[in-house]
């Protein structure tokens, strides 16, 4: 069992308020020491995009690192892999969806325009040593375009693993799969793709989150994305809560006879650490009355669709 701990990126990056790079980076060092096999840092996206994870280079200049623990980092084009190689990450994560207009709204591009884009930056990952993982977002449902059909996001899959990426996170953005759906999708994909390849990304929105985990579990795969105290949500797709807690995944598995070793004592001392830092309301709905966006409700200029 593999537990990617995704709190300082998909967590951190839907704050409204400004949290110290000083805090993230003794964040990530707690984190660091409570047996979680690798952790996802930060973003080296636009910082105009996610002014949130603009202090990617300054976080990775100040953590710790631990003896196997792996530290991974977003990486959206080029420009992204430069930054990541100048910080040292052990591994980096393009990201696309099989929704078109997520793509249009989250990276600027179409799924083929991502997928041009990701070419040179596999060739260049691959040739500094770097494994490369690719995030198939709205793998389940999109807040723009509604139900996602399995056959879709296998089709992505593949792609994805014939342009060279090692590791596929098939994720639920919106937090809104079934476990009938999270089984459909698995019964159609782990006959193609080996299991040790795929890890699944949930967001618990409905509540399905430690469900659908085990499902997948019960399905054979053994990497799992989460969120300490379920931080998170991704900024361009309105409504969607945090990732599925990193606490409840280990203590979900280890009721299943699984041995994680994941410290849940530990986990909690690095929730703790951000606890004066976390506005009530992650989805960042308007607090002042200003008039919502007609197209995704959201009204802070940082997470409207239309800006
Ligand atoms: P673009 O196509 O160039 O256009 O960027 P843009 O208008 O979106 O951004 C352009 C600006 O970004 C320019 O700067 C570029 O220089 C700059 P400006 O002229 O405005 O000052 N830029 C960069 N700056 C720093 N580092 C870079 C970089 N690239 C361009 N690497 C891009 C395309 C994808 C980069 C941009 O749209 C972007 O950064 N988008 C943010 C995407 C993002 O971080 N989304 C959230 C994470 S994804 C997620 O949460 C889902 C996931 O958790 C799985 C799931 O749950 O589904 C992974
Ligand atoms: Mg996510």
């Keep these: 069992m593999k537990i990617v701990e995704v709190g300082p990126r998909d967590g951190l ?27 996802e840092v930060s973003a080296f996206v636009s910082p105009r995009r996610v002014p949130q994870l603009g202090d990617a280079t300054q976080v990775f200049g100040r953590i710790s690192r631990k003896d196997g623990v792996i530290y991974s980092a977003l990486v959206p084009n080029e420009k992204g892999l430069d930054r990541a190689i100048e910080s040292q990450v052990d591994k980096v994560s ?39 993982r690719g995030y198939v977002s709205t793998a389940f449902w999109c807040a723009f375009e509604g139900k996602i059909q399995p056959e879709a996001v ?26 009938e759906e999270v089984k459909r999708l698995l019964d159609l994909l782990l006959p193609k793709i080996s299991s040790d390849r795929i890890a699944m990304h949930f967001h618990d929105t409905y509540g399905r989150g430690i469900e659908n985990v085990l499902v997948s579990w019960s399905y054979g795969t053994t990497i799992f994305d ?16 945090g990732n599925v807690a990193t606490e409840d995944v280990v203590k979900a598995l280890e009721k299943k006879g699984e041995k ?8 909690s001392r690095a929730r703790r650490l951000l606890d004066p830092f976390l506005t009530e309301d992650r989805r960042s709905l308007p607090k ?16 409207c669709c239309q800006r």
């Design 13 to 39: 990056q839907n704050e409204m308020a400004p949290i110290p790079t000083k805090t993230k980076a003794a964040f990530v060092d707690v984190l660091s020491e409570t047996g979680v096999g690798e952790i």
């Design 94 to 132: 393009v990201f696309t969806a099989v929704s078109e207009t997520f793509n249009r709204k989250n990276i600027n591009t179409s799924l083929k325009g991502s997928i041009n884009r990701f070419l040179p930056v596999v060739k260049r990952a691959h040739i500094e040593g770097l494994p490369v």
């Design 154 to 179: 296998i089709s992505v899959v593949v792609k994805l693993i014939d342009i060279g990426i090692d590791e596929v996170s098939i994720s639920d953005t919106s937090g809104k799969a079934s476990p």
């Design 226 to 241: 989460s969120s300490v105290g379920a931080l998170g949500g991704c900024p361009f797709a309105p409504g969607a809560t």
């Design 260 to 267: 994680v070793g994941v410290d849940l004592q530990k986990l």
């Design 288 to 303: 002042d009355g200003s008039p919502a966006c007609a197209a995704c409700q959201y009204s802070t200029r940082e997470v």
